[in-house]
Nanobody, 120 residues
Framework: QVQLVESGGGLAQAGGSLRLSCAASGSILSINSMAWYRQAPGKQRELVARITSSGSTNYADSMNGRFTISRGNAKNTVYLQMNSLKPEDTAVYYC??????????????WGQGTQVTVSS
């Protein structure tokens, strides 16, 4: 199994910044990608950003260059630097990974989520 632990959420003012962190642990053989999703109240969960094992990144258009995803020195960690925050960025942010485990199964795993609230 794979466990994902997120941290760094909280309250920020509009225009401010927050940095989310996520660490994956468990019987991981390899990680294909790590990503951040978010879900605002009454809305569907949406992709924020993804980074592959080779370092390629992609972002949702709505991020408009405000967010940056990166990996830590330990390849099972991922960060999301969020700048110029807006009230509409308020959501629960989830870390996800597509990983292969010791059972030779490749699938998606999800963290519990961390709340980000941006006040105007």
């Amino acid at each position: 199994q794979v466990q994902l632990v997120e941290s760094g959420g909280g309250l920020a003012q509009a225009g401010g910044s927050l940095r989310l962190s996520c660490a994956a642990s468990g019987s991981i053989l390899s990680i294909n990608s790590m990503a951040w999703y978010r879900q605002a109240p009454g809305k569907q969960r949406e992709l924020v950003a993804r980074i592959t094992s080779s370092g390629s990144t992609n972002y949702a258009d709505s991020m408009n260059g405000r967010f940056t995803i990166s990996r830590g020195n330990a390849k099972n960690t991922v960060y999301l630097q969020m700048n110029s925050l807006k009230p509409e960025d308020t959501a629960v942010y989830y870390c996800a990974t597509n990983a292969r485990t010791s059972g030779l199964i490749t699938r998606d795993y999800w963290g519990q989520g961390t709340q980000v609230t941006v006040s105007s």
